[in-house]
């Protein structure tokens, strides 16, 4: 049973065109993020919702727009895809539980490849 | 200077050895520390959050230094499968995001 599920694994696409990644959590938590991990490793939080609300929208390009169908779901579509945008995407969820604090769960990521 | 800085390694210690790393973080009103573990190609996982009197989970110790603002990960024993990189972790206190460092790569040798 996969907690947080991302599809698709792996893009390959085309400078300028438009793309979606989808994220599903079963874990019932209310809380979902999107992160972009370079070549250099480094994770970077993009957005998150909670409850459907976006609550944290760091410096992305107004290409990149998210969207929260309902809690268990977020999206990600990126228009006009430019070749820095080639990295891994991973979609994470959280619950905070009293006494016991916030764990963050990964999906596998996707990994796109702007050519 | 980084949020949070990591020495990006690689560490390659035999297995059986003890290893260690540090993380520094620049917001001293920083909330909670974790540190996670992503293995190559993979999602980044919880191995365990830091308290502020110190941790240990088996194997692994984790100390956290407020004054200066550090955190430690110790590795007793290690093991081949404990190859991986190590996400030193931070939520600063009013965010509701994590930051994450760098990472530490380990390798494990036979």
């Known amino acids: 049973d996969t907690a947080v599920s991302q599809t698709p694994k792996y893009l390959v696409t085309q400078m300028g065109n438009d793309k979606s990644i989808k994220c599903e959590q079963n874990l019932g938590h209310d809380t979902m993020y999107w992160y972009k991990q370079d070549s250099k490793k480094f994770l970077k939080i993009m957005f998150s919702y909670n409850n459907k609300e976006l609550i944290i929208n760091e410096t992305v390009p107004n290409r990149f727009s998210p969207k929260s169908p309902d809690k268990a779901h977020l999206n990600l579509h990126i228009n006009s895809l430019e070749l820095g945008d080639s990295a891994v995407y991973f979609c994470a969820s959280s619950q905070w539980i009293s006494g016991s604090g916030e764990t963050q769960y990964f999906g596998p990521g996707t990994r796109l490849l702007v050519l | 200077r980084k949020e949070v800085e990591q020495d990006p390694g690689p560490f390659n210690v035999p297995e059986g050895a003890t290893v260690a790393f540090n993380c520094t973080y620049s917001n001293s009103a920083s909330q909670s520390f974790f540190w996670y573990r992503q293995d190559c190609r993979k999602e980044p996982k919880l191995l365990m959050s830091?308290?502020?009197s110190g941790n240990e989970d088996g194997r692994f110790t984790a100390q956290l230094n407020r004054a200066s603002q550090y955190i430690s990960l110790l590795i007793r024993d290690s093991k081949l499968s404990d190859s991986a990189t190590y996400l030193c972790?931070?939520?600063?206190?009013?965010?509701?995001?994590?930051?994450f460092g760098q990472g530490t790569r380990l390798t494990i040798n036979p």
């Open positions: 830091v308290y502020s």
């Open positions: 972790v931070v939520k600063f206190q009013g965010a509701q995001k994590l930051v």
